[in-house]
């Protein structure tokens, strides 16, 4: 019986492999064997070649191919001496990522943000779906880092509501400045380009207010920090030492600015995403910002018309992968299976966003077509009803002041809109009533 081993093999590179794998037939009775330790069965018959090296989870979970995605430099933090990881610049090498694993996962990805952009263009207002899913996004990124809100809290914060957890949503509206700030500056051909000076802003703006004061906001960290543990010498990850963020930031634009870009746009995106949590480059937020990158690139290479995605949701949902594919990008190098998660997110993110736009532009007609066969509705009510989508909380004087109209005017809007079953009172006062448009809101509140 003739036996290959595995280390004979993992020179070799994928495409390789899959040429190897093309050469086996199904009816084939080989005695060739291919042993792995790593393998609950260790000797692979020739017959089952093909199944063993079949582009899918088992060649990425039972055969990884050796691969070192930086090195270890020693440090010393709180008196203790430990390992910190400096990651190898963009992209991965030796070997090199094999893209034809992800051209089916890839071109799905792309398939479903084009379907978004579509449904997107058919919606009566893009400025309706970006209210919503900027704001969505905000709260599920802000969720993951443990803030403790709901979309309520912050229609309630924007309508000038008394809230109780004010600090929380204040970190949720500061995501959103800075989120507007960077967009802002990639659609302007005189703005700043995606540099470390626009993530540094970006960062200034995230933690501007009282949690943020000491972290050092919009500023590199001038300090060694690290993840998990209750000390340096039982982190779980230990990123690099403050004196090569800037070079690793420098490699990470020039991978962003590389013409011709190297890889497809997603898998660039998911590349550079996690590159930027292995660097950490401040003391606080690196998640929140790292992410915001990812909606920010979407639309700036093109990939949507929009910043419609709130792919927070899947990363939320599915939280410990998250951080487990990360850390084995730094374990490993296996940037495979990170990859094929992002994509995966992607897919599900854009078809959960579809069904959201097509859901609430449903509710939105029904409520409409429901005001025009009322014969009280007046231009005011109509007015006011457009601007329910980005208003979705009130009180009379906020409907009031964007009506431009008197208190009595807005007030007689509103009853009506309540007597149609469209919006409903939420502070149960006879004074300083509160409104909601609660059917969109729950909407929106689905994950």
């Known amino acids: 019986m003739a036996v290959i081993a595995l280390a004979s093999i993992t020179a070799v590179r994928v495409q390789d492999i899959t040429v190897l794998r093309n050469g086996c037939s199904e ?3 080989s005695t060739t064997y291919i042993r792995s330790g790593k393998l609950n069965n260790p000797l692979i018959p020739c017959h089952h070649i093909k199944e063993f090296f079949n582009i899918n989870h088992h060649i990425k979970e039972s055969f990884k191919i050796p691969r070192s995605a930086g090195t270890y430099v020693s440090t010393t933090t709180y008196d203790e001496t430990v390992r910190a990881f400096v990651p190898n610049p963009l992209p991965p090498a030796d070997p090199p990522l094999a893209l034809e694993m992800y051209k089916r996962p890839n071109r799905l990805a792309e398939l479903a943000l084009a379907r978004l952009s579509a449904v997107s263009s058919m919606a009566p207002s893009v400025d309706w779906l970006l209210y919503s899913a900027i704001r969505k996004e905000a709260l599920l990124t802000s969720q993951m880092e443990g803030i403790q809100a709901d979309l309520s809290d912050l229609f309630d914060q924007e309508a000038g509501l008394k809230i109780t957890n004010r600090d929380d949503i204040e970190e949720i509206t500061n995501y ?11 659609r302007d051909a005189n703005g700043l380009p995606l540099s470390a000076r626009l993530i540094c802003d970006a960062h200034r703006i995230l933690l501007t207010g009282a949690r943020g004061a000491n972290k050092q906001p919009g500023e590199l960290r001038r300090s060694q920090n690290w993840i998990g543990g209750s000390r340096p010498g039982n ?54 910002i790292g992410r915001l990158l990812i909606t920010a690139l979407l639309e700036h290479w093109g990939l949507l018309k929009e910043p419609l995605l709130y792919l927070s949701g899947y990363l939320k949902r599915h939280q410990n992968e998250y951080y487990r ?57 109509h007015r006011l009803f457009e601007m329910l989508p980005v208003m979705p909380r009130f009180t009379v004087e906020l409907a009031r002041h964007h009506l431009e109209t008197s208190f009595p005017t807005a007030n007689a809007a509103i009853k009506l809109l309540a007597e149609l079953g469209i919006v409903t009172e939420m502070s149960g006062q006879r004074k300083n009533r509160s409104f909601g448009y609660q059917n969109y809101i729950e909407l929106l509140a689905k994950e």
């Open 27 to 29: 009816r084939c009775h």
């Open 176 to 186: 959103i400045q800075a989120f507007r700030m960077v967009r802002e500056n990639l």
């Open 325 to 381: 594919l990360l850390s084995a990008i730094r374990t490993d190098g296996n940037w495979e299976a990170w990859i094929e998660f992002f994509l995966e997110g992607v897919t599900q993110a854009a078809g959960d966003a579809e069904r959201s736009i097509v859901e609430v532009a449903t509710l939105v007609a029904a409520d409409r077509r429901r005001l025009l066969d009322s014969p009280k509705a007046g231009p005011v009510v």
């Open 235 to 288: 982190a779980v990850f230990v990123p690099p030492p403050p004196d090569r963020i800037a070079d690793l930031l420098a490699d990470l634009e020039r991978f962003i600015h590389a013409e011709p870009a190297p890889l497809p746009p997603l898998v660039s995106i998911a590349l550079l995403h996690a590159q930027f949590e292995t660097i950490h480059p401040f003391l606080d937020g690196n998640g929140r």
